[in-house]
Every structure is written in structure tokens, then in C-alpha cells.
């Protein structure tokens, strides 16, 4: 019923449904996304622990969705070391599930975050500059706390990270 569903949005379907021909499935298909319960007949979390291995021995890097009957810690756990990008509980409407794939497959590129740090020991400036910069982010540093606002203004920072013991201005 749902590969029916999902093919009429326009979603190419191939159903796995023993576990040890995931694998394989995967290498042959490099879909845009995998939807994958937790439960086979190899045990109630089976599923994800197969896609964790795969994540890490293979690089699977496909967004992953759990789709389930579990709704406990336990699965939940499970999905999120698998690296679950997303998770629903059975029974889930046809329109979540769409919702849930679009997001993931038809995600547009980000701009990486903007991060105004604010700190009077350049030291430190230097340091998380460094390493926000080497997580992608875009990195702009005072050390004077009094330029903040023009440099707001310029900059549009997503986020600042601010030192609150600074003698010129705490």
C-alpha cells in the first residue's frame, strides 16, 4: 500500500523485506533515501543496528527514515545510533510519510551558520574561530564589545557567542 502511495508523488519503490539483502539492495540501488522498520525476524532492532553497521563500514550516507510500531526509548535509541534522520510510528499517514521524504531528499543547500563571537582575550578569539571554521560555519570575531552593534549590523550573524566577564562592559 505504500509503495503504491509514495509511487503516485513520484517516488521509485524497491521493497526489501529480508534483512540480509539490505546490503546488497544499497549497493545496487544508491537510493535518495531508505525507509526502514526496526523489527525483523532477527530481533525488535535488527533493522537499525544493520543500517549502523552499514553506516560504518560502507558509508552509507542516504538519509535514513524508521518507520515502526515502536514508540519506547529503546527503539528510539536504537534509530538515533543508526543515525535516523527521521522517525514515524506505525500507523502513519501516507501525507507524513511524503512530508518526511521531501524533507529529506529535497532538502536545498544551507548557507553555513553565521557566528558573531564577542570576547576581549584575542587568544580565545582565535581558537573558536578556528574551530567553528573547521565545522563549516562563517566566523566573525570582536574583541572590543563596544563595536557590537555596528558589527551586527554588517555581519547578520545567525548566532552569537559572547564572553560575559569582560571588564568594559560586564
Known amino acids: 500500500r505504500l509503495r503504491i502511495g509514495l509511487s503516485a508523488f513520484g517516488y521509485q519503490i524497491e521493497v526489501i523485506e529480508q534483512l540480509s539483502d539490505v546490503k ?7 537510493p535518495a533515501a531508505v525507509i526502514l ?11 537499525a543496528e544493520m543500517i549502523q553497521q552499514l553506516r560504518a563500514s560502507s558509508g552509507m ?3 535514513l527514515v524508521v518507520l515502526t510500531v515502536h514508540d519506547n526509548f529503546d527503539a528510539r535509541l536504537a534509530a538515533v545510533r543508526a543515525g535516523c ?3 514515524l510510528t506505525k500507523p502513519a499517514s501516507l501525507i507524513d510519510v511524503v512530508h518526511v521524504l521531501d524533507n529529506v531528499t529535497l532538502a536545498t543547500e544551507k548557507e553555513p ?3 558573531l563571537v564577542i570576547d576581549d582575550d584575542v587568544d580565545v578569539l582565535e581558537h573558536v574561530k578556528i574551530t567553528l571554521q573547521s565545522e563549516g560555519m562563517i566566523v566573525e570575531c570582536i574583541s572590543d564589545p563596544t563595536s557590537v552593534l555596528k558589527v551586527m549590523e554588517s555581519f547578520n550573524p545567525d548566532s ?3 564572553d560575559l566577564h569582560m571588564p568594559e562592559c560586564s
Do not use: M, S, V
Not at 546488497?24 to 544508491?30: C, Q, R, S, T, Y
Not at 522498520?37 to 533493522?47: N, Q, S, V, W
Open 113 to 115: 551558520e553565521r557566528i
Open 160 to 162: 552569537l557567542l559572547i
Open 24 to 30: 546488497d539492495a544499497l549497493e545496487a540501488h544508491h
Open 37 to 47: 522498520d526496526l523489527e525483523f525476524k532477527e530481533g525488535p532492532t535488527a533493522g
Open 85 to 87: 534522520d527521521q522517525y
Open 61 to 63: 550516507n542516504c538519509p
